[in-house]
């Protein structure tokens, strides 16, 4: 999962495997969470986001799990591939609070 | 080809130096944003603007200034106030208020010289 510091979590996937990247958050009143790749000097890419009221939305090849119980967020990416390395990471937005607060990103790499 | 084009790519700054970022955007969001990412750190929120001549400060808003006189262009300056401007900073933009799905530019480095 994600935390705060200057060495990011890796995760290392063999080409053609599933991968899941988790992150923790920390408002419970939190009630909107978002996913962003970023590459190595490009900005943040838009990947999918979820609310509160579901725990699970599906992209194409990607998966979005909400556990409010435990306050647990993950990622899932289906059969991965080269280009899927990169930095992946949360944000969630406060209830009424109106702004997204990021976590510091896990980097995941493609094993070919 | 809707999008949001940062300009420069890179930038230096001379100590006492003010720098403006450029950020536009022709996607027809109403709101804007300013984040500041530093290696192995989350995105900070700098300014946001909600519409047209309207903004507020973010968390780290210290030390930058910004103005929304058009609703596609949301350029941040740099001050010399800011003491620790090495970064890489990025503009957002989302068709909504509400920090939704923002949509981020290419990004800008900026290096003190």
């Known amino acids: 999962g994600e935390s705060v510091g200057l060495h990011l979590p890796t995760l290392s996937v063999q080409e053609g495997d599933n991968s899941i990247i988790n992150c923790a958050y920390s408002?419970?009143?939190?009630?909107?969470f978002i996913w962003y790749k970023q590459e190595s000097g490009k900005g943040p890419q838009f990947i999918i986001d979820?609310?509160?009221?579901?725990d699970k939305r599906q992209g194409q090849r990607v998966t979005v799990l909400l556990n409010k119980t435990v306050k647990h967020l993950s990622l899932q990416i289906a059969a991965t591939q080269p280009g899927d390395s990169a930095v992946y990471f949360c944000a969630e937005r406060g209830f009424g609070n109106e702004k997204l607060t990021f976590g510091t990103g896990t980097r995941l790499t493609i094993i070919p | 080809d809707g999008g949001i084009t940062q300009s420069p790519k890179y930038l230096f700054r001379k100590e006492g130096q003010n720098v403006t970022l450029s950020c536009e955007q022709n996607?027809?969001?109403?709101?804007m944003y300013w984040y500041r990412q530093d290696p192995g750190q989350g995105l900070r929120l700098i300014y946001y603007?909600?519409?047209?001549?309207?903004?507020q400060k973010g968390d780290i808003a210290e030390g930058y200034s910004v103005s929304r006189e058009k609703k596609e262009s949301f350029p941040l300056t740099v001050t010399s106030a800011q003491k620790n401007p090495t970064a890489f900073y990025l503009c957002a933009s989302s068709i909504l208020t509400g920090f939704e799905k923002l949509f981020f530019g290419s990004g800008t480095q900026l290096s003190v010289l």
């Open positions: 979820i609310r509160s009221n579901m």
């Open positions: 408002n419970s009143a939190s009630d909107y």
């Open positions: 603007s909600q519409i047209v001549n309207d903004f």
């Open positions: 996607l027809n969001h109403d709101a």
